[in-house]
């Protein structure tokens, strides 16, 4: 009968394969950990005189009907004088936030000029933002009425000066020969309907 | 008494262990980051398991929030630290104290360890179930990943765990050969 062979020994330390699991862990978690993080935008604030609607978590802010950032936190200003609305931008939408960049609260619009922005009724009002080209800033004063729009790519504005306001407000739209032709906007201030 | 330890002993106590550290690393993001996100029209929410467990609370659900805080909380730390236990108790060079005891606690661990998925699975009913559009909508977030890869690691651990190490074994020098 054969001896049986001699066993073969390897004194090589070999780390048991199963390590892996905890490095692999290590690197998921922590990119994980690390995405999360790293998609956070800078954190603003911006200074209304009333924050109806505006709540922290929900309220939403809108560039080109795109969500771009949330509300984190409403505060009454020291001086009591107006709200102090915190908000976390989108890391993509970070420059927005620049010197002369306006934002305003948007609530639904029901009026003679037509309903508008209805969705706001279930989802809460949403500040809008349109951006400035100034210096990337965090500190923001609110606009507190929406700005006129800033281009005018088809047609002419025209300032109609009259006796008597005959009912208008803003919005109320341009008839002519019974074919609505034109729409008359807010032109930035409450004051565009001057009695002259 | 005889403690000495074979190479496959050693495998799956390093097993046990290196299952146990990848568990406790995956707890990091279940619990950092969020795990569930909620539209209503009165209010949106995106939650971590500590935050829903205090949103539970605070609507009133508090036996909800209860029993997420056991699933979710209790259990996965309860795990970890007993499997600690049991690997401390079973270290090399060290005779088994109250090895009765200590299987008792290995079959309660093995036994609890499946109902950590129950947050895993709550989240995964309320995002298939709740999609109404505007009126109520819930999506998962990456933590609820996290937490079920951590749960599975600690049901994996304990399952590696041998428990006839626990056994009280019988020394060579008393004429019995070892219990393997």
Same mark, same amino acid.
């Given at each position: 009968?054969?001896?049986?062979?001699?066993?073969?020994?390897?004194?090589r330390p070999n780390l048991p394969l199963v390590w892996v699991v905890p490095l692999a862990a290590l690197?998921?978690?922590? +990119?994980?950990? +690390?995405?999360?993080?790293?998609?956070? /935008?800078?954190?603003?604030?911006?200074?209304?005189?009333?924050?109806?609607?505006?709540?922290?978590?929900?309220?939403?802010?809108?560039?080109?009907?795109?969500?771009? /950032?949330?509300?984190?936190?409403?505060?009454?200003?020291?001086? #009591?004088?107006?709200?102090?609305?915190?908000?976390?931008? *989108?890391?993509?939408?970070?420059?927005?936030?620049?010197? *002369?960049?306006?934002?305003?609260?948007?609530?639904?619009?029901?009026g003679f000029s037509g309903v508008r922005r209805l969705e706001t009724l279930l989802t809460g009002a949403? $500040?809008?933002?349109?951006?400035?080209?100034?210096?990337?800033?965090?500190? !923001?004063?609110?606009?507190?009425?929406?700005?006129?729009?800033?281009?005018?790519?088809?047609?002419?504005?025209? #300032?109609?000066?009259?006796?008597?306001? /005959?009912?208008?407000?803003?919005?109320?739209?341009?008839?002519?020969?019974?074919?609505?032709?034109?729409?008359?906007?807010?032109? /930035?201030?409450?004051?565009?309907?001057?009695?002259? | 008494?005889?403690?000495?330890?074979?190479?496959?002993?050693?495998?799956?106590? %390093?097993?046990? $262990?290196?299952?146990?550290?990848?568990?406790?690393? #995956?707890?990091?993001?279940?619990?950092?980051?969020?795990?569930?996100?909620?539209? %209503?029209?009165?209010?949106?929410?995106? *939650?971590?398991? !500590?935050?829903?467990?205090?949103?539970?609370?605070?609507?009133?659900?508090?036996?909800?929030?209860? $029993?997420?805080?056991?699933?979710?909380?209790?259990?996965?730390?309860?795990?970890?630290?007993?499997?600690?236990?049991?690997? +401390?108790?079973?270290?090399?060079?060290?005779?088994?104290?109250?090895?009765?005891?200590?299987?008792?606690?290995?079959?309660?661990?093995?036994?609890?360890?499946?109902?950590? #998925?129950?947050?895993?699975?709550?989240?995964? !009913?309320?995002?298939?179930?709740?999609? !109404?559009?505007?009126?109520?909508? &819930?999506?998962?977030?990456?933590?609820?990943?996290?937490?079920?890869?951590? &749960?599975?690691? %600690?049901?994996?651990?304990?399952?590696?765990?041998?428990?006839?190490?626990?056994?009280?074994?019988?020394?060579?020098d008393a004429g019995t050969t070892a219990i393997p």
């Open positions: 009968m054969n001896p049986p062979p001699t066993p073969r020994i390897s004194r690197a998921v978690g922590g +990119w994980m950990v +690390w995405r999360e993080f790293h998609h956070r /935008g800078p954190e603003i604030t911006i200074e209304f005189a009333e924050g109806a609607g505006v709540e922290p978590d929900k309220t939403t802010l809108r560039y080109k009907g795109v969500a771009v /950032g949330t509300v984190t936190a409403v505060d009454l200003k020291p001086d #009591m004088s107006g709200v102090s609305v915190r908000l976390r931008l *989108d890391k993509t939408a970070a420059p927005l936030a620049r010197e *002369d960049s306006h934002f305003w609260i948007v609530h639904p619009e029901i949403r $500040i809008h933002v349109r951006p400035g080209s100034g210096a990337p800033a965090t500190h !923001f004063r609110g606009l507190e009425d929406i700005p006129p729009p800033e281009n005018v790519s088809a047609g002419r504005a025209f #300032m109609l000066r009259s006796d008597r306001l /005959g009912s208008l407000s803003p919005g109320a739209p341009v008839f002519y020969r019974e074919v609505k032709s034109a729409r008359s906007r807010p032109a /930035g201030s409450r004051t565009m309907l001057r009695p002259c | 008494m005889n403690t000495e330890t074979t190479v496959a002993d050693r495998r799956k106590r %390093t097993r046990s $262990i290196a299952l146990a550290c990848a568990a406790a690393i #995956m707890l990091v993001p279940a619990n950092v980051l969020p795990i569930l996100h909620t539209q %209503t029209p009165g209010q949106a929410r995106t *939650d971590t398991i !500590f935050s829903g467990i205090v949103g539970l609370y605070k609507s009133g659900l508090w036996a909800i929030g209860a $029993i997420v805080f056991t699933a979710s909380v209790l259990i996965p730390a309860l795990k970890l630290l007993g499997l600690a236990w049991l690997q +401390w108790a079973t270290r090399c060079g060290a005779p088994v104290r109250n090895p009765r005891g200590l299987t008792q606690l290995y079959s309660a661990l093995r036994f609890i360890g499946r109902w950590s #998925m129950l947050d895993v699975f709550f989240v995964a !009913f309320l995002s298939g179930a709740v999609r !109404f559009g505007l009126f109520a909508n &819930v999506e998962p977030r990456p933590g609820i990943f996290a937490f079920a890869a951590a &749960v599975v690691l %600690t049901v994996l651990a304990t399952a590696a765990f041998d428990p006839r190490t626990l056994w009280p074994k019988i020394s060579r």
